[in-house]
Every structure is written in C-alpha cells, then in structure tokens.
C-alpha cells in the first residue's frame, strides 16, 4: 500500500503492466513459503517458478488488478493457492484496500476476516448482479463483448473489476451472484475457485468441468452457475441474440 496511487510502471508485454508492488510481494511471498516449505513446488505470476514433481504446488498472484492498482484505482489482492497432488486444498485472498481477507481449507468452509461466508441466494436471472472481465492482450479477438451485450440484457447489471481474484471472493461472499470470464491463467483462479466452492458455489468451464489448465472460469450460486452456463451456451450457438444498436442510428436520434 505503500506504493499505491504513486508507483511508476513498466511492461511486460504489449499491454500488460507491471509495477515494483508486483515483484516486491512475489519476492516476499516466495521467501516465506520457500522458508517454511523447502521442496514445495511454485508458480508465480512474476516469474517464480520452482518444478520439481512435489506433491504440493502453490500458486501465486502478487498483486491481481495491476492497472487498477497502477491508476490509483482500489480494487487489487494478493491471491495465494496451494494445491495437494492436483486437488485445490487451501487459499487466501487478501484486499489491502479493504482490510478484507478471504480464506479458504478444503472441506472446511470459506471465512471472510474470520466470519463464514456464502454464495449468495438469488435464483432469477433478471435479479442478479454478476461480473466479468476481459483480457489485457488481444482484446480484438476476445468475444466477451458479445456475451457482456446480452447478459447485460437479462440481468440487474453486470459488474467489470479488473481482478478475477476479487471476482471470484464477491461470488463466494453473495456480492456477486455469478461470474465468468475467458483467457485466464492458473494464478488468477486456483486461490478463487476453492473460495467459491468452499462458500457453496459451483465453478465450471463454460462446457466442461473446471480445471487450471482450462483458461475460463464460470462461477455462483447454484441456481445462478445453471442459469449462466445454459445463457452464455445458447450465445455461443446463436441463439436468442439481441442486435447491437447502430452508434450511427443513436447520433442521429438523441436529444441534444
């Protein structure tokens, strides 16, 4: 928190932002778990990397939400998964903005700063508020506008923060009715998707069951998780979409 609102940022790609925050909480991040836990294997956002065939992998986003956080904008976390033999078993999601700190151990529930938490009740499509997000690269070729157009149609609202971590911890708490997104890396999902499913949420692919190789995740309650897949599915095959208004057919016809 030191940095934020006056940290300067370089690139790690076209678009992709990178900020001294970043590389200063992976470094202190993997010196704790490496101290702690020698031959524990890791994978982080930043470059830690440590592949060795242990039992136990942990997956490490140091500061999800980079641009925000490189804009002043408060809404980042510190994601930390850790896998047993390819099976999620614990998690953390901490906002330093907030003071808000998500945790998560296999079986054993989901804690928002120490008090239970879960998926939210909402069953109508047309009263829930959900989230997305859209990647840093190649957005031209990214379809989730299309999605983002008609779900948007059908729904209270939907949300764009920026972080999938956070995404992820405002579905499993009820902020979020739902959430999906595409193109997403193992350590923006392995702390969130335990989080969600601890609180009692469902997490998938869009057709297939989810896994950190797969890159999309679609997460909620029940109720909502159905409702979503059945949505964004029938998107995909065409069906029952709703033009895009014609931006030449608006400048013609508002009022001044």
């Known amino acids: 928190m030191g940095h934020f609102g006056k940290v300067g940022y370089s690139y790690k790609g076209d678009v992709d932002l990178v900020t ?112 997305t997000g859209f990647p840093s690269q190649k957005r031209h070729r990214n379809p989730n506008i299309h999605f983002y157009h008609q779900i948007t149609l059908r729904t209270h609202g939907i949300r764009r923060m920026g972080s999938a971590a956070l995404d992820l911890c405002y579905t499993a708490c009820g902020r979020f009715d739902g959430y999906w997104e595409f193109n997403l890396n193992p350590w923006d999902t392995a702390a969130g998707v335990l989080l969600v499913e601890e609180a009692g949420g469902v997490v998938t692919g869009v057709w297939d069951e989810f896994s950190l190789s797969s890159k999309e995740v679609l997460a909620g309650n029940p109720a909502m998780h159905a409702l979503l897949r059945r949505e964004i599915q029938a998107i995909m095959q065409g069906r029952g979409l709703e033009e895009l208004p014609d931006p030449r057919e608006y400048a013609r016809t508002r009022s001044f």
Do not use: C, Q
């Open 20 to 131: 001294v925050a970043d590389r200063e909480s992976e470094k202190l991040i993997v010196s704790r778990i490496r101290g702690k836990w020698p031959d524990h294997d890791l994978v982080g956002e930043e470059g830690a990397s440590r592949e060795t065939g242990s039992d136990y992998r942990w997956y490490i986003d140091p500061l999800d939400g980079t641009t925000n956080f490189a804009h002043g904008f408060p809404a980042f976390a510190v994601s930390i998964g850790l896998e047993h033999k390819g099976e999620r078993v614990a998690a953390v999601v901490h906002d330093p903005a907030r003071n808000e700190t998500f945790t998560a151990e296999k079986a054993s529930g989901a804690y928002l700063n120490g008090e239970k938490m879960s998926v939210s009740k909402t069953e109508s499509l047309e009263e829930a508020l959900v989230a």
